[in-house]
Each structure stands twice: as C-alpha cells, then as structure tokens.
C-alpha cells in the first residue's frame, strides 16, 4: 500500500482549502461561540501523550464547560473509573482538543488550545451538583475556535437512526478478556452504579 509521507504530494491530492474554512478560525470565544458552546451537554476532548493519544466523552446534565473568558474554558472531570488517560496526557504534554456537539444539530464547534489541571476551590466548587464537586477542573487556553461543516453528521444520520440493538454490553467487553467475570450480573447493575457515579 503506497504512504503519502510528503505534504507537498498531500496537498497536490486535495488542492487549495475552501477559502471559508480558514478565515473562519478564531483565537478565542466570540458572542456566537459562546452561544453555541453553552447549549452543549457533551464534548469530545482528546489529548497526546508518552504513549500516545487519547480522546473520551464528557458530558452533563447543563452546559458541559464553564467560559470564564474568551480564551479560558473550564471542564470539570467528574468522579469516574479513576484510568485518567487524559489527565496524565495533559501534565504531561498541554496540547488539547475540544468537540463539542448539540443533538439535533448536524455542525459541530472545535476548539484547539493548551491546558493544564486545577483542583483549585475557585474553580472545583463552580460545578456543584448534588453537593459534589469534581476533583480536578481542566483549565483550557484557547488558540483555535472554529464550526466543522455539517457533512459527516448528515452522513452518518447520528441523529436520526438507532444502531444500538445487538450491540455488545460492557459485561460483554470485559468477560471477552476474563472469563470468569460476571458480564450478567455487571450489566444488570451497570445503570445505577453509574448514576450513582455521575458526580
């Protein structure tokens, strides 16, 4: 299989960029930005490492991030299975990426920038749910904000389809490396360990 490893020979394969696709990059949060970034609930945000890269999902149950100013974002990192992949990354190596999406809505907002970690109670105790904090707040500078067009959305029909039936459960993923695991049981108890493990 031949390997384009020259980006002259890339850029002969795709041309010049549509002309909006660059002047639409901006340094930090406009008033329509932050329009669109606080109706999200859910955000993809990927890091780099030593080992690698990594991307997981956060969400809530209101806006996913706080915009302290145009070019400060916090995302709160909620109590979960305690692997911080990302949060080693990020004291490691500050380069971040944000995804965020809206259901229903086929565009997506992406937010390039550095980060580091908090647990700081000014920003810890701005996320009170339930009387819980997060332990640690990710504190992110931007240095690129842009829309991503709506093709790999409308595409995909992610909002318009369920593809979910048939679908291996997490007991099924862990009981696939440990056979003695009890993938039933797990899954049976999946929901509420969760819920009770959102904050």
């Known amino acids: 299989m031949r390997k384009i490893t020259d980006l002259d020979a890339l850029g002969h394969l795709y041309g010049t ?14 008033p329509l930005y932050q329009r669109w970034i606080d109706a999200s609930r859910f955000v993809v945000l990927s890091t780099v490492g030593p080992e690698g890269t990594d991307a997981s999902p956060r969400g809530d149950a209101g806006p996913v991030v706080k915009l ?14 305690n692997r911080i992949d990302n949060l080693r990354n990020i004291v490691r190596d500050p380069r971040v990426s944000l995804m965020f999406m809206v259901p229903g809505c086929n565009n997506v907002v992406r937010v390039n920038g550095s ?22 707040v990710i504190v992110i500078k931007t240095e690129e904000v842009y829309f991503q067009c709506a093709k790999a959305l409308m595409r995909s029909g992610l909002w318009s389809r369920d593809d979910s039936e048939g679908l291996p459960t997490p007991g099924d993923f862990v009981k696939a490396v440990d056979a003695d695991f009890d993938g039933a049981a797990y899954d049976s108890g999946y929901a509420d360990y969760a819920k009770d493990r959102m904050w």
């Open 115 to 136: 980060a580091f970690l908090t647990d700081d109670p000014q920003a810890t105790e701005a996320f009170e749910q339930r009387g819980k904090h997060p332990k640690t």
């Open 17 to 30: 960029p549509v002309p909006a696709s660059v002047t639409k990059v901006m340094k930090g949060v406009t």
């Open 68 to 81: 302290v100013d145009d070019r400060t974002i916090w995302l709160p990192d909620w109590r979960g299975n």
